[in-house]
């Protein structure tokens, strides 16, 4: 079914690309509920909605396994869970916020089996497209260097290096350390030894807190939790529909340009354009939409594709069998969720930053003696970390590239469909700004 042979891969190795793929992203099991359950947000219940991020995930990462058989994971975006939280949910109550993603799932699926997406993706020109990998790349090393704690926020500079040592950032340099000698080894599985290995250490230097069980219960319940799901069917539709159309429009539009950069620029990473088209892109659209509606009726925000993805495509995860994987942890997570909130982000971060490294190997294929591919390249490239938005970024790209051509003479270059995205870009940044 997954064709191993034909994609010059084994079982073991799509194992162990899920599971290195499911530990980058094992943090939005702890984080989502954080985000929802935030009683200045959504204040939803965290326990089911704990077991609505892990179901979604799974049921999503099923989808894009069995129907694309393309080895990307998806689980609720960061990003959209904040918006999500303390601009709709706040505002209008988390049952509203379901509904309206509810609604917008409804489009994306539309839109899917339209073809409008793939169309999307075929009109979008290489350069961008190279130039969306190593974004993505940027960004998510940028992330990396975050968790770790390398990069801080400075008042007077926005961002800068760390300032006092603590045991989080040992934990991190040390992991950065230890994957950089085993990728330098080619050292199979040296992204998934290295987060083990800084998990061990975070647990020894007490950035990580080993399970215990609660008073009275028995030992297995230091490792073992029932879900509950209290959020379950708790989406008020007709209450979206009364909000009106522009929230609708806030999930429609971020997840659809995050799920489109994020498909494109790890498909560019693993080789799986032809022609700079994507085969079965309608498929994999159709796993984050089906993961959108699914999830909002299960309770939890925005599902989309995610770039932690690439972790798993560097172990050498090429098919849908890593999806499956990864989602069989995720369903996992729903009965053993204190085992995976013992892994903390600092021992994520140093696989989420060498990947980040490894996925700039796509700007050699960029004109750079052009300035009209050259120059939109790098505002896609610059806007994904900067902006810290995939959708932002692939928006300044849009614009930037056919004002270049047209500027240059070579307006017969670009897509009809890249001329009015652009122009509906530009619309939406005068009168709407950044809506999420």
């Known amino acids: 079914m997954f064709r191993l042979k034909e994609n010059q891969t084994t079982v073991r190795r799509e194992l162990l690309a899920g599971v290195t793929t499911f530990m980058t992203m094992a943090y939005i ?3 989502n509920p954080a985000i929802l359950g935030d009683p200045k947000g959504a204040g939803m219940p965290t326990e089911g909605v704990m077991a609505a991020t892990c179901l979604a995930s799974a049921l999503a990462c099923v989808v894009m396994g069995l129907v694309a058989r393309y080895p990307f994971a998806l689980a609720p975006g960061m990003g959209l869970n904040a918006y999500f939280s303390y601009v709709v949910a706040s505002q209008y109550g988390y049952q ?4 309206a993603v509810f609604l917008s799932g409804v489009v994306f699926l539309a839109l899917t089996f339209l073809r409008v997406r793939q169309l999307i993706i075929d009109a979008i020109p290489d350069a961008l497209k190279h130039s969306v990998a190593a974004g993505i790349g940027l960004f998510i090393a940028f992330i990396g260097f975050q968790h770790a704690g390398l990069v801080v926020p400075s008042g007077a500079t926005m961002v800068t290096s760390f300032g006092e040592k603590s045991p989080g950032l040992v934990v991190a340099v040390c992991g950065l350390v230890l994957v950089v000698i085993l990728l330098s080894l080619r050292v199979r599985g ?8 800084a998990t061990v250490l975070a647990l020894v230097l007490d950035v990580a807190q080993a399970p215990r069980p609660g008073e009275g219960q028995p030992w297995y319940g230091a490792f073992v939790a029932m879900p509950t799901f209290e959020v379950f069917g708790q989406l008020d539709i007709r209450g979206a529909f009364r909000v009106g159309f522009l929230v609708i429009f806030a999930f429609l539009f971020v997840d659809m340009f995050d799920s489109v950069g994020t498909l494109v620029g790890l498909a560019d990473r693993a080789g799986y354009l032809r022609e700079g088209k994507l085969p079965r892109a309608t498929q994999a659209l159709f796993a984050d939409a089906t993961g959108t509606i699914a999830g909002s009726v299960l309770g939890t925000s925005t599902v989309t ?3 932690e993805s690439a972790a798993g495509i560097e172990e050498g995860g090429r098919t849908g069998l890593t999806a499956i994987f990864v989602a069989v942890l995720f369903l996992a997570a729903v009965f053993f969720s204190p085992i995976v909130k013992i892994i903390p982000s600092q021992a994520t971060a140093p696989a989420l930053i060498v990947v980040g490294a490894m996925m700039m190997r796509c700007i050699e294929d960029i004109a750079w003696d052009d300035p009209t591919e050259m120059v939109p390249a790098f505002v896609v490239m610059a806007a994904m970390p900067f902006f810290y938005s995939i959708a932002q970024g692939i928006a ?10 047209v500027a240059a003479g070579k307006w017969r270059e670009v897509h009809w469909l890249v001329y009015v995205l652009g122009l509906l870009f530009v619309l939406r940044f005068i009168f709407l700004g950044h809506i999420a």
């Open 305 to 307: 594709s995610y770039v």
């Open 29 to 31: 099991v702890a984080v």
């Open 96 to 99: 509203v916020a379901l509904g």
């Open 190 to 197: 040296a992204i998934l030894i290295a987060i083990v290995a």
């Open 396 to 405: 300044l790209g849009f614009i930037f590239y056919p004002v270049a051509k």
